[in-house]
């Protein structure tokens, strides 16, 4: 998995090289400006498959799109209450609730090593009930 993340991370910074202009350059007053978010992993995908589209690479080799990150509100689940979570949670499991703020596990949860590792990295504050 890790391998996988590292690979489409590298995917994304080569098309970033290719399409983000160099400083002091412009784009076209007519160009498209499209906001994105990327805060977890999933959204880092639904990126890449986006700008892997022939029509939108096309539209971004002639500046005729260019992509600005976007901050903007929290999503409505980091306001919500943690999830519970039992059994084996995974690095998976955690980039899942990586938004959340906050997990809680179960008395019966398991936390990986991968898991704790990639909470940490996200600042996720992990609660463990008795």
């Given at each position: 998995m890790a391998t996988n993340t590292s690979q489409l991370r590298e995917m994304v910074r080569e098309v970033l090289r290719e399409v983000?202009?160099?400083?002091?350059?412009?784009?076209?007053?007519?160009?498209?400006?499209?906001?994105?978010?990327?805060?977890?992993?999933?959204?880092?995908?639904?990126?890449?498959?986006?700008?892997?589209?022939p029509a939108v690479q096309?539209?971004?080799k002639a500046g005729k799109l260019r992509f600005t990150l976007g901050g903007g509100a929290a999503p409505a689940m980091a306001t919500s209450s943690p999830a519970l979570l039992s059994g084996v949670v995974s690095e998976k499991t955690i980039d899942k609730h990586a938004t959340?703020?906050?997990?809680?596990?179960?008395?019966?949860?398991?936390?990986t090593p991968l898991a704790r590792d990639r909470a940490r990295k996200l600042g996720l504050?992990?609660?463990?009930?008795?």
């Open positions: 983000v202009p160099r400083p002091g350059a412009a784009f076209p007053a007519a160009a498209g400006v499209e906001t994105v978010r990327i805060g977890n992993d999933h959204e880092l995908a639904a990126f890449v498959a986006r700008l892997m589209e096309a539209q971004v959340a703020g906050a997990v809680v596990l179960a008395a019966d949860a398991v936390l504050k992990i609660e463990r009930r008795r």
